[in-house]
């Protein structure tokens, strides 16, 4: 029976999440209005005001629009992002446990460097070295989140490679790669897609900090923390400017915390 809950809010988290972010990937397509078009006669409208539905901000630009542009900017970054982090740490970690010796003892070197920092003060001082600008954000995040994967990897094949399995297939002669793609890697991809989907909200959370503080996007990007940016000079003037950004990263940081709780529970029954 837990079992059962636990697949159905697996199922249901999933499918909220997927249809989100198909929502930001298919919605700037069909805006009303320019994101990026801006109009000082319409600047400052409130909600509701001149067919805005929650008004422009002060270069007259439809805060709806740029909310969903951002969004696709934001998501898909993030997922960009993961996808590579998630790929290279993992190949990385794989040989360290794998291999061993010297190649394990570099890697493991090189990663315990890279952890020895807060991840987002690492990834700003990354960032404000090579650079501001979107690509180098995502770079400087990436050289950021890759250790995890390597020591979580790492940690699974040297329990994985000495099992029963794994010993049956040397004595029928598989080679190395066979092994680590056929017997260890689909045994710890679970586990580390948990931490995936965790990891997707973190970086929307550093991609926006990032950005926040001018070395994210270059204007007139609409990433969430762009737009926060940009607006905190009106804060006493129009709240809302930075209310809405904030509770749209809010609720899609939950919704992916809340998907990886959920692979979580259905994994451990």
Known sequence: MQKRKAKIKLYASGFLLVAVILFFIIAPHFLPHDPFQTDYGQAMLKAGEGGYLLGTDQLGRCLVCRLIEGGKQTVLTSLAVVAVVFAAGSALGMLAGYIGGAVDYVIMKITTVFQAFPSFVLAVAIAGIIGPGKGNGMLALMLVYWTTYARYSRSFVLNLKNET?????????????????????????PPLLVTAALDIGNVVLSMAGLSFIGLGGARPTAEWGAIMSESRRFLQVSPSLILYPGIALLLVVFLFHFCSENVRNYLDR
């Open 165 to 189: 399995y794994v010993a049956a297939a040397r004595m029928c002669h598989a080679g190395h790669v066979s092994i680590l793609l056929r017997y260890i890697l689909p045994n710890m991809v």
